[in-house]
C-alpha cells in the first residue's frame, strides 16, 4: 500500500495554542494536500504544495515539505475551537491522472 | 461549497440487494473521484472517471462498478452488496489545468449492509 501516516494521531490542545500534524509517506510525488473534515461532512481542501517546493503558507496554516525524507508538516497557529476537526495529508503519486492516496488522520481536539 | 449533491445521504440495506449511489455536479468539472472511508484507513480511491464513459478502477473497485454518460453525473453501483461495503461513500471532482489541482468533495453518503 502506497497510504501514507500521520502523527500523532489524537491531538488535544487549548485555544491560542499552535497545533502541529506531521505526515510520512512512500514513493516519489506530485504534490501533498492537507484537508480538513469535520464531524459528518466531506473533505475540506486547505493548501496544496508542489514536490520542488519546501514551505508555503496561507493564512494560519503553514505547510512544510522534506521530500528527501518523504515528509510534511501542518502547522496551525493561534487555534480556535473551529479549528477542531479530523486533518489528512493527501499525496498524489501517479504518473497518468491525479490519484490521491489519503493518510488515516489526526484528530485535533481545540478546547475553549 | 463546489456544486457537489450526493444521493442519498443515508442508505440502509440488505446484503444481495443492489445499491446506486450518484454522484451531481454543477462545475463541469472533467474528473470525478470514489472514495470510501473506514475507521484506520483514511479516504480509498474506489473508481475515477476522467471523461464522459471514460472511467478506471482505483485501489479498492472489487464489488463496485462506475457509469458516466453526462459529465455532471457519475454513479456507484454494488451489484450484490455485502456487509463489508458497509461505509461512508464520498464523491470528489477536480478540475482541468495542470495535475497540482485540489480535489473537492461532497458530503457523503452513509451506506449501511445489513
Known amino acids: 500500500s502506497q497510504q501514507g501516516e500521520e502523527d500523532p494521531q489524537a491531538l488535544s490542545i487549548q485555544e491560542g495554542e499552535n497545533a502541529t500534524m506531521n505526515c510520512s509517506y512512500k514513493t516519489s510525488i506530485n504534490n501533498l494536500q492537507w484537508y480538513r473534515q469535520n464531524s459528518g461532512r466531506g473533505l475540506v481542501h486547505l493548501i496544496l504544495i508542489r514536490s520542488n517546493e519546501r514551505e508555503k503558507h496561507s493564512g494560519r496554516l503553514r505547510v512544510t515539505l522534506d521530500t528527501s525524507k518523504k515528509s510534511s508538516s501542518l502547522l496551525i497557529t493561534a487555534s480556535r475551537a473551529a479549528d477542531t476537526a479530523s486533518y489528512f495529508c493527501?499525496?498524489?503519486?501517479?504518473?497518468?491522472?491525479?490519484?490521491?492516496?489519503f493518510g488515516t488522520g489526526t484528530r485535533l481536539l481545540v478546547s475553549p | 461549497d463546489a456544486g457537489i449533491t450526493q444521493s442519498p445521504r443515508h442508505k440502509v440495506t440488505e446484503t444481495g440487494t443492489p445499491v446506486t449511489l450518484r454522484c451531481h455536479q454543477t462545475e463541469n468539472h472533467r474528473y470525478m473521484y470514489w472514495y470510501r472511508q473506514d475507521p484506520g484507513h483514511g479516504l480509498r480511491l474506489i473508481h475515477y472517471s476522467y471523461g464522459v464513459k471514460d472511467t478506471d478502477k482505483g485501489e479498492v473497485s472489487d464489488g463496485y462498478s462506475v457509469s458516466r454518460s453526462k459529465t455532471e453525473d457519475f454513479l456507484l453501483t454494488l451489484e450484490s452488496a455485502t456487509s463489508s461495503q458497509t461505509s461512508v461513500y464520498f464523491c470528489?471532482?477536480?478540475?482541468?489545468?495542470?495535475?497540482?489541482?485540489?480535489?473537492?468533495f461532497g458530503d457523503g453518503t452513509r451506506l449501511s449492509i445489513l
Open positions: 470528489a471532482i477536480s478540475g482541468q489545468g495542470d495535475r497540482n489541482q485540489p480535489q473537492h
Open positions: 493527501a499525496t498524489d503519486w501517479s504518473t497518468g491522472f491525479q490519484k490521491l492516496v
